[in-house]
């Protein structure tokens, strides 16, 4: 009794483990003040789980696993049944119909699912397919290249595996090492870039794809419009602006 005593003149919380007899998932914890009512407890603790006040019984356990107390005072305070940080407190939900049963809250599997059909949801106005038809009919060319496979491929004519290059913005030089599509990347053309320098963001492969083989950090997968092909020779990393 005079470790309740003690508890119960401090004001300092006390942190619990919360378990619930229905709910096998749930799994929360939570500050108490030991000077709170097991009522004003269980008020707390129907906001988190569900369960009614009324159908709510209390068990204390210590941090072994063993049971300290049953709860069944609801005018006690808290402190009167010596928790301690680190104990667990389990909810024993005893309405039969409660909604915490049947797994109603855990398994999505038992929640009937709402199903229209495609004429119902055709005469929707407020649907996503109503909003993107509208998207695509205030700016069709844009949603054009946004789904096109072939996007710049003409720009791609020109290009083959071993040009020298530069790329923009920056003016970076490198050497193209892949030319085509990268699904992961985007719709359309790509073209791989091995920089002269460690500008890259990779080694040629990104999102698990291996494109080329490049050292790290002198990859880079660009949009063919970035890039320019020619006479681009490495440049001299020693070469003065001016004599």
């Given at each position: 009794m005079a470790t309740s005593l003690l508890q119960m003149e401090g004001d300092d919380s006390v942190h619990l483990h919360i378990t619930h007899s229905n709910l096998k998932s749930f799994s929360a914890d939570v500050r108490f003040s030991p000077q709170m009512s097991v009522e004003a407890v269980k008020e707390k603790l129907w906001k988190k789980c569900g369960t009614s006040v009324n159908s709510m019984a209390l068990e204390l356990y210590d941090e072994s696993g063993s049971k300290v107390a049953l709860l069944s005072d609801d005018a006690r305070p808290l402190g009167f049944f010596s928790p301690f940080d680190g104990f667990r407190l389990h909810?024993?939900?005893?309405?039969?119909?409660?909604?915490?049963?049947?797994?109603?809250?855990?398994?999505?599997?038992?929640?009937?699912?709402?199903?229209?059909?495609?004429?119902?949801?055709?005469?929707?106005?407020?649907?996503?397919?109503?909003?993107?038809?509208?998207?695509?009919?205030?700016?069709?060319?844009?949603?054009?290249?946004?789904?096109?496979?072939?996007?710049?491929?003409?720009?791609?004519?020109?290009?083959?595996?071993?040009?020298?290059?530069?790329?923009?913005?920056?003016?970076?030089?490198?050497?193209?090492?892949?030319?085509?599509?990268?699904?992961?990347?985007?719709?359309?053309?790509?073209?791989?870039?091995?920089?002269?320098?460690?500008?890259?963001?990779?080694?040629?492969?990104?999102?698990?794809?291996?494109?080329?083989?490049?050292?790290?950090l002198h990859g880079g997968m660009v949009r063919p419009d970035k890039v320019k092909v020619g006479d681009y020779p490495e440049r001299d990393p020693f070469e003065e602006d001016e004599i």
């Amino acid at each position: 009794m005079a470790t309740s005593l003690l508890q119960m003149e401090g004001d300092d919380s006390v942190h619990l483990h919360i378990t619930h007899s229905n709910l096998k998932s749930f799994s929360a914890d939570v500050r108490f003040s030991p000077q709170m009512s097991v009522e004003a407890v269980k008020e707390k603790l129907w906001k988190k789980c569900g369960t009614s006040v009324n159908s709510m019984a209390l068990e204390l356990y210590d941090e072994s696993g063993s049971k300290v107390a049953l709860l069944s005072d609801d005018a006690r305070p808290l402190g009167f049944f010596s928790p301690f940080d680190g104990f667990r407190l389990h909810i024993i939900d005893l309405d039969p119909s409660s909604v915490t049963t049947g797994g109603w809250l855990e398994d999505t599997s038992l929640v009937e699912k709402y199903n229209i059909s495609e004429e119902d949801y055709a005469k929707r106005t407020d649907s996503f397919r109503k909003f993107k038809e509208k998207r695509v009919s205030q700016n069709p060319v844009a949603a054009e290249a946004k789904t096109k496979e072939n996007h710049m491929e003409d720009l791609c004519a020109n290009f083959k595996v071993g040009d020298r290059c530069q790329v923009e913005p920056g003016e970076k030089r490198g050497m193209v090492k892949y030319v085509g599509r990268a699904e992961s990347l985007g719709p359309g053309y790509w073209v791989g870039i091995q920089y002269d320098e460690p500008l890259g963001k990779h080694d040629g492969m990104v999102k698990g794809t291996r494109f080329f083989e490049c050292p790290p950090l002198h990859g880079g997968m660009v949009r063919p419009d970035k890039v320019k092909v020619g006479d681009y020779p490495e440049r001299d990393p020693f070469e003065e602006d001016e004599i």
